[in-house]
């Protein structure tokens, strides 16, 4: 059985300024600053499992994978990222992989775009950054980051202030993969030498803007060639970001990566124009398959970098699926009954205060386990 991912032409950028499903076997809904950060925290470095092990998605006896497993209530017949192909360990938690085993933690540095930074309506208390930031300081005995760090200075797209307490940030509105490496420099920027000596934990979000263009690629007609060439150059700077990050010996006491792959809002039904605020800004659907499959390798390409690199991908979409504004349609592949709560917020592209806490409790996930 492949589960149907849907197809992302409903995320598009902010302008500058810019620009879960619950877990398997969860008892009720998880909030962050309720979640158990009791287990014990001990001195070791961090370390991934190796990534030739290939446990976590060793078919049941009913020939299902666990990935399969975890997202079965939203699986259907269309074609969608093949991950079980890279040999993933996939966490019990189902928000994401399970290639680390995250300890020792000195210093955490959030890196991306606008879904970390934080963006209006939410106002900054209810930002996943700031949530998981205090649960991790928590869990980690480090020192917690102030409301500077915490607020977003809404002229330049970034936080007020890009370091405090053991955490950093260099995620800004508009990002897209290149600003990571080449255009923006969020890991020199971040990763002063004089820093790697700590043991880090990365957090990233990033990739959706480069979708966007995409997107606006096949509406403006640009050739099918061309556009694929910036997906794959997209995709290459990704890997680049990664395997600079864990390069052997540049953090000799440890590192420990968590990216998201992309979520969208309107349910796998491709309706973009189902969030009033994409409508009025005069989105208009793309129905051409070239599109579908750069996504679908895009997004294989997100888990192929974490199996690779023994990092961990976050299923944002696959949690995201049915908490968009296509909710409410019983026949959407993602549809999860009448109560299924919203996640994004009036811009279409970002979480509401519910969604943030849901993408802080999924990184909690694949910290804990």
């Given at each position: 059985?492949?589960?149907?991912?849907p197809?992302?032409?409903?995320?598009?950028?902010?302008?500058a300024?810019?620009?879960?499903?619950?877990?398997?076997?969860?008892?009720?809904?998880?909030?962050?600053?309720?979640a158990?950060?009791?287990?014990?925290?001990?001195?070791?470095?961090?370390?991934?499992?190796?990534?030739?092990?290939?446990?976590?998605t060793?078919?049941?006896?009913?020939?299902?994978?666990?990935?399969?497993?975890?997202?079965q209530?939203?699986?259907?017949p269309?074609?969608?990222?093949?991950?079980?192909?890279?040999?993933?360990?996939?966490?019990?938690?189902c928000?994401?992989t399970?290639?680390?085993?995250?300890?020792?933690?000195?210093r955490?540095?959030?890196?991306?775009?606008?879904?970390?930074?934080?963006?209006?309506?939410?106002?900054?208390t209810?930002?996943?950054r700031?949530?998981?930031?205090?649960?991790?300081a928590?869990?980690?005995?480090?020192?917690h980051?102030?409301?500077l760090w915490?607020?977003?200075n809404?002229?330049?797209g970034?936080?007020?202030?890009?370091e405090?307490?053991?955490?950093?940030?260099?995620?800004?509105?508009?990002?897209?993969?290149?600003?990571?490496?080449?255009?923006g420099?969020?890991?020199?920027?971040?990763f002063?030498?004089?820093k790697r000596?700590?043991?880090?934990?990365v957090?990233?979000?990033?990739?959706?803007?480069?979708?966007?263009?995409?997107?606006?690629?096949?509406?403006?007609?640009?050739?099918?060639?061309?556009l694929?060439?910036?997906?794959?150059?997209?995709?290459e700077?990704?890997?680049?970001?990664?395997?600079?990050?864990t390069?052997?010996?540049?953090f000799?006491n440890?590192?420990?990566?968590?990216?998201?792959?992309?979520?969208?809002y309107?349910d796998?039904t491709?309706?973009?124009?189902?969030?009033?605020g994409?409508?009025?800004?005069?989105?208009?659907?793309?129905?051409?398959p070239?599109?579908?499959?750069?996504?679908?390798?895009?997004?294989?390409?997100?888990?192929?970098?974490?199996?690779?690199?023994?990092?961990?991908?976050?299923?944002?979409?696959?949690?995201?699926?049915?908490?968009?504004?296509k909710?409410?349609?019983?026949t959407?592949?993602c549809?999860?009954g009448?109560?299924?709560?919203?996640?994004?917020?009036?811009?279409?592209?970002?979480?509401?205060?519910?969604?943030?806490?849901?993408?802080a409790d999924?990184?909690?996930?694949?910290?804990?386990?």
């Amino acid at each position: 059985m492949r589960c149907f991912l849907p197809l992302l032409v409903g995320i598009v950028a902010c302008e500058a300024p810019e620009h879960r499903r619950d877990p398997v076997g969860s008892a009720g809904e998880w909030v962050a600053e309720d979640a158990d950060w009791t287990a014990p925290a001990d001195d070791d470095t961090s370390t991934a499992t190796d990534p030739d092990d290939t446990t976590g998605t060793t078919p049941t006896d009913t020939g299902t994978s666990d990935f399969d497993l975890c997202f079965q209530d939203i699986a259907g017949p269309d074609p969608g990222p093949n991950y079980d192909q890279f040999g993933p360990t996939i966490g019990s938690h189902c928000s994401g992989t399970n290639h680390q085993d995250i300890t020792g933690i000195e210093r955490v540095v959030f890196l991306g775009d606008s879904v970390t930074v934080g963006t209006l309506p939410t106002v900054h208390t209810d930002y996943y950054r700031n949530k998981l930031a205090h649960g991790i300081a928590t869990q980690f005995g480090l020192v917690h980051p102030g409301v500077l760090w915490e607020t977003v200075n809404m002229i330049d797209g970034v936080t007020l202030v890009q370091e405090s307490g053991d955490f950093a940030s260099c995620a800004e509105w508009g990002a897209r993969t290149d600003d990571l490496v080449r255009d923006g420099d969020q890991l020199l920027d971040c990763f002063p030498p004089t820093k790697r000596d700590q043991n880090t934990l990365v957090i990233i979000t990033i990739g959706g803007n480069d979708l966007q263009n995409l997107t606006e690629g096949f509406i403006e007609g640009k050739d099918e060639a061309e556009l694929w060439a910036e997906t794959e150059s997209a995709m290459e700077l990704y890997r680049e970001a990664i395997e600079e990050l864990t390069a052997p010996g540049l953090f000799p006491n440890g590192i420990s990566v968590i990216a998201t792959n992309l979520y969208e809002y309107t349910d796998g039904t491709g309706d973009v124009r189902s969030c009033a605020g994409a409508a009025l800004a005069g989105m208009e659907n793309v129905n051409d398959p070239a599109l579908e499959d750069m996504v679908i390798w895009s997004m294989e390409e997100y888990m192929s970098v974490a199996v690779d690199t023994g990092t961990d991908m976050l299923f944002l979409l696959e949690n995201f699926c049915g908490h968009g504004y296509k909710r409410n349609d019983p026949t959407g592949r993602c549809y999860r009954g009448p109560d299924a709560d919203l996640w994004f917020d009036l811009t279409c592209i970002h979480p509401n205060p519910t969604g943030h806490q849901v993408i802080a409790d999924m990184f909690t996930d694949v910290i804990l386990e």
